[in-house]
């Protein structure tokens, strides 16, 4: 089993850090997004597990952004197998909960949800911030994944890393459009109220000799 307590090297956990880092995923745009749930899909078919799971880790809670076999859109982080995962470099294995002191008495594994095995792939933002986990969980103990599995799981986990930053991408886009029209409305209506409290008229006209404007002044 991989120490799920290794962080990645010179990372320090910085709640406050994550919660800004996890905003500028839109985190709402990408819930039950189809792309998320045809790999969370794949996943649970590559690894003959009957639960997949795209998993955000927030403040408070775990947050499952695409979920194959499960009815729950979310569950408190102190739950969260995905808290460690996200932690850990590479693969996180947890071939029997029951067997293991960190989960032997989360309600996920005493719980109807029956948690036994897991298997986790941190996703990692690429400013090195760890968001969450692409994982799979079955109710049956397991010795671990194939060297098959691992490696399509690493790769389905990169995929979901490359759908959330085009969500980021997009959402900052449409921030500088409209900080853009913010300022182009501001500019528009500084210039107006100079124009009218000038005792000159002031008018603009088109190439084409079109008058599109005129001030105050003018008009008196």
């Known amino acids: 089993m991989t120490d799920s307590t290794r962080a990645p090297r010179g990372w320090q956990l910085d709640d406050e850090v994550r919660t800004a880092a996890l905003a500028a995923y839109d985190i709402e745009s990408l819930r039950d997004n189809a792309a998320l749930a045809q790999i969370t899909d794949f996943a649970a078919a590559l690894c003959d597990t009957p639960i997949a799971l795209v998993s955000l880790v927030e403040e408070h ?7 194959t076999g499960m009815e729950e859109t979310a569950t408190p982080r102190s739950q969260s197998f995905c808290a460690h995962a996200m932690l850990t470099p590479g693969l996180m294995t947890v071939p029997d909960a029951t067997k293991d002191s960190r989960f032997v008495d989360n309600r996920l594994v005493t719980g109807e949800m029956n948690i036994r ?8 933002g690429d400013d090195g911030i760890p968001l969450g986990s692409l994982c799979v969980i079955d109710d049956k103990p397991r010795d671990g994944l194939t060297a098959l599995q691992q490696q399509g799981l690493e790769t389905l986990a990169a995929n979901v890393m490359a759908r959330l930053r085009d969500s980021r991408d997009a959402a900052a886009w449409r921030s500088i459009e409209n900080d853009s029209r913010r300022a182009l409305v501001d ?7 100079l124009a009218d409290t000038m005792p000159q008229m002031v008018w603009s006209t088109l190439p084409d000799g079109y ?6 002044r003018w008009y008196e």
Request: glycine residues 4%; without cysteine.
């Open 187 to 193: 500019s528009e209506d500084r210039f107006r109220t």
């Open 61 to 67: 809670r775990q947050t499952f952004l695409a979920r």
């Open 211 to 216: 008058h599109d404007y005129y001030n105050a």
């Open 117 to 124: 095995f897991y298997a986790g792939v941190a996703l990692i």
